[in-house]
């Protein structure tokens, strides 16, 4: 699975065919701009070195608590459920504040295991402000039927104040579940309703709050700038029907089909406008195929050199929010970890399972020229741009970061915690 960038506990989250959304760190930026509260004043580290540990800060998650998948933004958490948006003090895990439908929520059949994307930050009216997407049912009157409707709600990041809520009618054919708020640009909401099987995505204008386009069979997996990127043909009943495209946020028209006739589809950001895409491909001479691609072309990017990195499997990749992208794979049956430059796409460093000189590390995630990754010697910080060990005993791998604190997945029973940034 992709390292980084959301985590979900229980079940996994979906952006492909396999998993998806565990996706990573380095995915697309904060939606709609920048959405930064007040600057914070503990003291920030860049990069961070050094965490607290075993001292921590639960955020969510944890036993019987359903997926949660989460945003790490300056000294606070933003934490999204199937039913819940909330904001968490990254430094000492307090409460800010919560958010649920304001409408009957609909019930829950899958007992908060579905999938759920990291919480959506856009600006509004020049206000840092969460979306989020909820199921909820309207009540029905004398022999008008209740009918299932989606409510999507803007919240105030800073205060929690609910800005406003709209309710969207649900496309013929996707009365039942939970809608996945994929992501925004600031003036469309991209949300997901459905199966891959069965998929149908919506695209909400903001200033409107209405629906302003539909794509039916399209299992949207993320945005990034403009574009919606996720798998076309989703509802086809026979293999070999599905696509990677990516659609235009402004109308969901198709502005790109990278390759088509797919049997199975993994999607995930990297971050600076680009994405892996690893594929099933029964009509191509190789079957399993995984490249970078440029998220405006569907293309791979000027300068990747397709040849040199070799046929790869499970690739995920992830910028570093400088000039690096930092990459995981399988290469002839071994694992390999690499770094490109950001500009060139020019292999800096790589270190093979094969290698007998070196632990092959096991990447969290990538931040400002640091890699935290951890081996069988526990967690390690690399160089981004050498490959060499820059700190032995960070105290944790996280798989968010920023330079006031770590985010650290303990797994479905203890769920996401923070530790603090000391070095």
Same mark, same amino acid.
């Given at each position: 699975?992709?390292?980084?960038?959301?985590?979900?506990?229980?079940?996994?989250?979906?952006?492909?065919?396999?998993?998806?959304?565990?996706?990573?760190?380095?995915?697309?930026?904060?939606?709609?701009?920048?959405?930064?509260?007040?600057?914070?004043?503990?003291?920030?580290?860049?990069?961070?070195?050094?965490?607290?540990?075993?001292?921590?800060?639960?955020?969510?998650?944890?036993?019987?608590?359903?997926?949660? /998948?989460?945003?790490? %933004?300056? +000294?606070?958490?933003?934490? /999204?459920?199937?039913?819940?948006?909330?904001?968490?003090?990254?430094?000492?895990?307090? %409460?800010?504040?919560?958010?649920?439908?304001? $409408?009957?929520?609909?019930?829950?059949?899958?007992?908060?295991? $579905?999938?759920?994307? #990291?919480?959506?930050?856009?600006?509004?009216?020049?206000?840092?402000?969460?979306?989020?997407?909820?199921?909820?049912?309207?009540?029905?009157?004398?022999?008008?039927?209740?009918?299932?409707?989606?409510?999507?709600?803007?919240?105030?990041?800073?205060?929690?104040?609910?800005?406003?809520?709209?309710?969207?009618?649900?496309?013929?054919?996707?009365?039942?579940?939970?809608?996945?708020?994929?992501?925004?640009?600031?003036?469309? /909401?991209?949300?997901?309703?459905?199966?891959?099987?069965?998929?149908?995505?919506?695209?909400?204008?903001?200033?409107? #709050?209405? +629906?302003?386009?539909?794509?039916?069979?399209?299992?949207?997996?993320?945005?990034?700038?403009?574009?919606?990127?996720? #798998?076309?043909?989703?509802?086809?009943?026979?293999?070999?029907?599905?696509?990677?495209?990516?659609?235009?946020?402004? @109308?969901?028209?198709?502005?790109?089909?990278?390759?088509?006739?797919?049997?199975?589809?993994?999607?995930?950001?990297?971050?600076?406008?680009?994405?892996?895409?690893?594929?099933?491909?029964?009509?191509?001479?190789?079957?399993?195929?995984?490249?970078?691609? @440029?998220?405006?072309?569907?293309?791979?990017?000027?300068?990747?050199?397709?040849?040199?990195? $070799?046929?790869?499997? @499970?690739?995920?990749?992830?910028? %570093?929010?400088?000039?690096?992208?930092?990459?995981?794979?399988?290469?002839?049956?071994?694992?390999?970890?690499?770094?490109?430059?950001?500009?060139?796409?020019?292999?800096?460093? /790589?270190?093979?399972?094969?290698?007998?000189?070196?632990?092959?590390?096991?990447?969290?995630?990538?931040?400002?020229?640091?890699?935290?990754?951890?081996?069988?010697?526990?967690?390690?910080?690399?160089?981004?741009?050498?490959?060499?060990?820059?700190?032995?005993?960070?105290?944790?791998?996280?798989?968010?970061?920023?330079?006031?604190?770590?985010?650290?997945?303990? $797994?479905?029973?203890?769920?996401?915690?923070?530790?603090?940034?000391?070095?």
């Amino acid at each position: 699975m992709p390292f980084g960038l959301v985590l979900c506990l229980v079940t996994a989250c979906g952006v492909g065919s396999g998993d998806d959304e565990g996706r990573k760190a380095g995915g697309p930026k904060p939606d709609g701009g920048d959405t930064k509260t007040a600057a914070p004043t503990a003291k920030s580290y860049d990069p961070p070195l050094k965490f607290e540990n075993p001292a921590s800060h639960a955020i969510a998650g944890g036993f019987n608590e359903g997926n949660w /998948a989460v945003r790490l %933004d300056g +000294t606070t958490v933003y934490a /999204a459920s199937d039913d819940e948006v909330k904001a968490v003090g990254a430094l000492d895990g307090k %409460d800010l504040w919560s958010v649920k439908s304001q $409408g009957r929520a609909s019930e829950d059949d899958d007992y908060g295991t $579905g999938d759920v994307a #990291r919480p959506t930050l856009v600006q509004l009216d020049g206000r840092p402000t969460v979306l989020a997407a909820f199921a909820v049912t309207v009540p029905g009157s004398g022999t008008t039927p209740e009918r299932p409707v989606i409510e999507l709600t803007a919240v105030a990041a800073d205060s929690g104040k609910r800005l406003w809520t709209a309710t969207i009618d649900r496309p013929e054919g996707h009365e039942n579940g939970d809608p996945v708020l994929v992501g925004s640009d600031g003036t469309t /909401a991209v949300v997901r309703l459905g199966a891959e099987s069965e998929a149908a995505t919506l695209g909400i204008a903001l200033a409107t #709050r209405r +629906t302003a386009w539909t794509a039916k069979g399209f299992y949207a997996g993320f945005v990034d700038g403009g574009t919606v990127v996720g #798998r076309g043909g989703a509802d086809s009943v026979l293999g070999g029907g599905a696509g990677v495209e990516g659609l235009r946020i402004a @109308d969901g028209k198709r502005a790109w089909t990278y390759m088509d006739r797919l049997n199975r589809t993994d999607l995930s950001p990297v971050g600076a406008g680009l994405f892996t895409a690893e594929v099933n491909a029964p009509f191509v001479r190789d079957l399993d195929i995984a490249a970078l691609l @440029d998220v405006s072309t569907g293309k791979p990017p000027t300068g990747v050199d397709a040849k040199a990195l $070799g046929d790869l499997s @499970d690739l995920s990749c992830e910028h %570093d929010d400088r000039a690096t992208i930092v990459c995981e794979a399988e290469k002839d049956w071994d694992r390999r970890v690499f770094a490109l430059d950001a500009r060139s796409f020019k292999e800096l460093w /790589a270190i093979d399972e094969g290698d007998k000189t070196r632990l092959t590390p096991k990447v969290g995630t990538v931040w400002h020229g640091a890699v935290y990754a951890s081996t069988d010697n526990g967690p390690v910080i690399l160089d981004a741009r050498t490959g060499k060990d820059k700190a032995t005993d960070p105290g944790l791998t996280p798989f968010q970061v920023n330079g006031y604190a770590g985010l650290h997945a303990g $797994g479905a029973a203890s769920g996401i915690s923070s530790h603090r940034a000391v070095g």
